[in-house]
């Protein structure tokens, strides 16, 4: 099992960015394919981004051109870059990994999931 650890969420108005960063401990980091998920109140949690081994990303549509998935193997980290955020985007926010992109866009055969981080927009 990895041990995750979200951070940078925060409260932030709308029109405005965060980046989310994840911190991924006891594995072969960069062998991973890895994404963004988020749980907005009294819903369930949904796929928001992944980007695989070699680098491909994959966004849901309806974030795409707003947020941008990456990762640093060097830092066992990936990071997710939000930007003109609109109050519909408060959720809490994790990360995983997933054994085939197929697998981790559709949330099966995760690892157990971190703490996540906060994100609230204002209007």
């Known amino acids: 099992q990895v041990h995750l650890v979200e951070s940078g969420g925060g409260l932030v108005q709308a029109g405005g960015s965060l980046r989310l960063s994840c911190v991924a401990s006891?594995?072969?980091?960069?062998?991973?394919?890895w994404g963004w998920f988020r749980q907005g109140p009294g819903k369930q949690r949904e796929w928001v981004a992944s980007?695989?081994?070699?680098?491909?990303?994959d966004y849901v549509d309806s974030l795409r051109g707003r947020f941008t998935i990456s990762k640093d193997n060097a830092k066992n980290t990936v990071y997710l870059q939000m930007n003109s955020l609109k109050p519909e985007d408060t959720a809490v926010y994790y990360c995983?990994?997933?054994?085939?992109?197929?697998?981790?866009?559709?949330?099966?055969?995760?690892?157990?999931w971190g703490q996540g981080t906060q994100v609230t927009v204002s209007s």
């Open positions: 980007i695989a081994s070699g680098g491909t990303t």
């Open positions: 006891a594995t072969i980091f960069s062998l991973n394919h």
């Open positions: 995983n990994r997933g054994p085939t992109l197929w697998l981790l866009k559709n949330g099966r055969g995760l690892d157990s």
